[in-house]
């Protein structure tokens, strides 16, 4: 069974929709040069991974699936998932800050090549520092989700 339509409007719909958002900005803005790093493309893969973790949890509780389904701990799931959004979204977060002031100090030596020719230095650097921005929102909207979660359960 389905929840109507305006189950969207819920808190919990709308952040994990909002984490959704903040994870296709960084896919998005990641689409080029991802290359010249290999840290880039773990970030760019995480990110894919964790969007598409998003969209199918808010189909889960869409679709009602935990009411339907007694088998699995569904609640330990969420607190699981949302925790390991966090952490890796603040890791990635703390990382990419780290780069950014790496690369604002002349400091390139660990990329692998230089920013892509039709974006350039300075325009890859402030792609980084809004992925940066993006991240330490999904993690604070996962950590949110996360205490939502805990304090209210699926419903």
């Not at 896919?27 to 080029?32: G, L, N, R």
């Not at 980084?128 to 929102?137: K, M, N, P, Q």
Request: proline share 3%; glycine share 6%.
């Amino acid at each position: 069974m389905a929840r109507p339509l305006s189950w969207f409007l819920t808190p919990l719909s709308i952040l994990k929709v909002c984490e959704l958002v903040c994870l296709l900005l960084v896919i998005v803005f990641f689409i080029d040069g991802r290359i010249q790093w290999g840290a880039y493309s773990v970030i760019y893969a995480l990110a894919f991974l964790l969007a598409f973790g998003c969209v199918l949890t808010l189909l889960i509780h869409y679709f009602e699936v935990p009411k339907a389904s007694n088998q699995l701990p569904w609640l330990q799931i969420e607190l699981l998932w949302n925790t390991l959004g966090c952490v890796l979204c603040a890791a990635g977060c703390i990382l990419l800050t780290w780069d950014w002031w790496q690369m604002r100090s002349g400091r390139h030596h660990h990329h692998a090549t230089l920013a892509p020719r039709n974006i350039g230095e300075t325009r890859w650097m402030r792609r980084v520092a809004i992925v940066a921005g993006s991240l330490l929102l999904a993690a604070c909207l996962f950590l949110l989700t996360l205490g939502r979660v805990k304090r209210t359960g699926l419903n």
